[in-house]
Nanobody
Framework: QVRLVESGGGLVQPGDSLTVSCTAS????????IGWFRQAPGKKREWVAG????????LYADSAKDRFIISIDRAKNTVYLQMDTLKSEDTAVYYC???????????????WGQGTQVTVSS
């Protein structure tokens, strides 16, 4: 069964760092692109970052540049999103998705995880 499982979310304070993980099972991330998206309450889902499994293509949304780092550990079949200097506006459910193309468009992704909640609050 093809699955993506996110983990690592939680409650942190503004300025803190947090790393969320996305682990694939039932398939290998080789040849796939992985995207991280997030959805805040009352808002549309937005793309945050993407990476090709080879690691040779990495993209960030403007909101993530200079604060977030996406990486992949192919041996663990896992993609990470390290988030630094978190702000209250980063509060959202974070989803990972797998597809053939590294894209900011959610329609390009075939498999989705269930999400992990990240809350940034003092």
């Amino acid at each position: 069964q093809v699955r993506l499982v996110e983990s690592g979310g939680g409650l942190v304070q503004p300025g803190d760092s947090l790393t969320v993980s996305c682990t694939a099972s039932g398939f290998t991330l080789n040849y796939y692109a992985i995207g991280w998206f997030r959805q805040a309450p009352g808002k549309k889902r937005e793309w945050v970052a993407g990476i090709r499994s080879s690691g040779d293509s990495i993209l960030y949304a403007d909101s993530a540049k200079d604060r977030f780092i996406i990486s992949i550990d192919r041996a663990k079949n896992t993609v990470y999103l390290q988030m630094d200097t978190l702000k209250s506006e980063d509060t959202a459910v974070y989803y990972c998705a797998a597809g053939w193309i590294c894209s900011s468009s959610s329609s390009r992704y075939d498999y989705w995880g269930q999400g992990t909640q990240v809350t940034v609050s003092s």
